[in-house]
């Protein structure tokens, strides 16, 4: 395990492991520039329109290759341009990688060091938990919300899901499309044998998908703290499609008869209709479903109180915080709810919020690192708490080998001596721009 590091953060000695130093943008939404982030509370303050959202969304894509405001890539390109880059230096111990996102109108590809990795070994070098207000629909919005909430914490915890839950669509994908030729076809009898196959598949990951969600749900509810802005009791419950129809422990079993009860239905519709992808995730307060019942101010706190033990179900995993983000922080939450949450998370996890109320950042100033947006520049950066590692251990600063950071063409084409990104370099080798097997297993949440 690697040494921790000491930093102090307002009038606290804390002990951090994963801290996002610096981050630089190129052609991203109105962003040509870098921040640089103190260990613990960092304010991004500015007035609206200024490209404060858009820096927490650098942030979290590079984290996680999802961005929290869309769900196509090239809607974060900068109008007229080809593509955008995002690259990051995080520090985890004594540990320090260099990530980079190269996003073009139809792909993202992601980089550790300079190397190119599909999805499944890029994700875990920097993990991020986002408070927005499109995450509200985890609360009240459709249950495939509510699905890849469950899922994207599943993938922090335990990497592997990410290409069960990859491969369950791909079958899943397949399956469909098979159903859809079935639906228009006049002797349905020869697609019965080609869907028993895709079935079976479907079984055997839909049973470690249902199993996987099952326990971590289990441990969210473990480390809900309602106490932390309200007195309602807050309860949270996986919900299988299949509850009812038999029994659970024996899910295969069960998600297999369930499918031959169904065949005539998915055929006749085009679509599947047994497995964990039509399954939800209760919210309730008191007893009453959240979504339905809970006012506003009660479905952010859920959220909120989620969000939270997400943070400690990774810490309990992997003894360390994942990055906390909070955009619009004034336009989500009151000042009591922003100061509790903002004492809570002191000493825990690096935390990046927005807010185009200067008053929040002056309030914070002697405990964070206060940033100034203006077009989408930082005009200045004010550092009041100290992110300077004490020593604890003789070991010294390990820093991973890196290559130079990839460009292209396009992207060389627009540099200019005021650019200021020194990592952006042409080098004599591209990286490739076929994808290859190992793309597939890209997050699909």
């Known amino acids: 395990m690697a040494t921790r590091a000491l930093y102090v953060i307002g009038n606290r000695q804390c002990q951090l492991y994963m801290h996002l130093q610096r981050i630089e943008a190129f052609n991203f939404r109105n962003l040509s520039d870098a921040l640089e982030f103190g260990p613990g509370l960092n304010v991004i303050y500015g007035q609206n329109a200024q490209g404060k959202t858009a820096w927490m969304e650098a942030v979290y894509l590079l984290a996680t290759t999802k961005s929290f405001r869309t769900n196509h890539p090239k809607d974060a390109i900068k109008h007229g341009e080809k593509e955008a880059i995002l690259r990051g230096t995080v520090v985890r111990g004594n540990l320090t990688k260099d990530l980079q996102m190269l996003i073009t109108a139809t792909t993202k590809q992601s980089f550790v060091n300079g190397k190119r990795e599909a999805a499944v070994r890029y994700l875990g070098n920097l993990d991020a938990v986002a408070f927005t207000a499109d995450e509200l629909d985890v609360v009240r919005g459709a249950p495939e919300a509510r699905r890849r909430f469950v899922d994207r914490g599943l993938v922090g915890t335990l990497p592997s899901y990410l290409g069960t839950l990859a491969e369950y669509n791909r079958v899943l994908k397949q399956k469909n499309a098979l159903l859809r030729e079935a639906s228009e076809a006049d002797d349905l009898s020869k697609y019965v044998p080609l869907l028993e196959a895709w079935n079976d598949q479907l079984v055997a990951l839909g049973t470690e998908i249902h199993q996987a969600r099952v326990a971590y749900v289990a441990k969210l509810q473990a480390h809900l703290n309602p106490q932390l802005f309200q007195h309602e009791q807050i309860a949270i419950r996986y919900k299988s499609s299949l509850a009812g129809k038999g029994d659970l422990n024996d899910y295969a079993a069960l998600m297999r008869e369930r499918m031959a009860v169904r065949l005539k ?13 039509r399954d939800d995730l209760e919210i309730e307060f008191d007893g009453y479903e959240t979504g339905k019942f809970g ?10 109180l989620l969000d939270l033990a997400q943070l400690s179900v990774y810490y309990a995993a992997s003894e360390e915080y994942p990055l906390f983000l909070i955009d619009d922080i004034d336009a989500e939450l009151d000042q009591q709810r922003i100061g509790l949450l903002l004492d809570y998370l002191e000493g825990k996890a690096q935390t990046l919020v927005s807010t185009s109320k200067s008053s929040i950042a002056e309030r914070y100033r002697q405990r964070a690192r206060t940033i100034h947006v203006v077009a989408g520049k930082a005009v200045n950066h004010d550092i009041q708490a100290s992110s300077e590692p004490e020593t604890e251990a003789s070991d010294s600063q390990l820093t991973e080998p890196t290559t130079q950071p990839v460009t292209t063409p396009a992207l060389a084409e627009n540099l200019t001596k005021g650019d200021k990104l020194d990592w952006l370099q042409p080098k004599d080798e591209t990286a490739p721009t076929v994808l290859n097997d190992e793309d597939k297993y890209r997050a699909p949440f």
């Open 265 to 277: 239905n998915e055929m006749s519709l085009g679509y599947a209709l047994v497995g964990p992808h």
């Open 295 to 304: 006012s506003s101010g009660q479905q952010r706190s859920a959220l909120l």
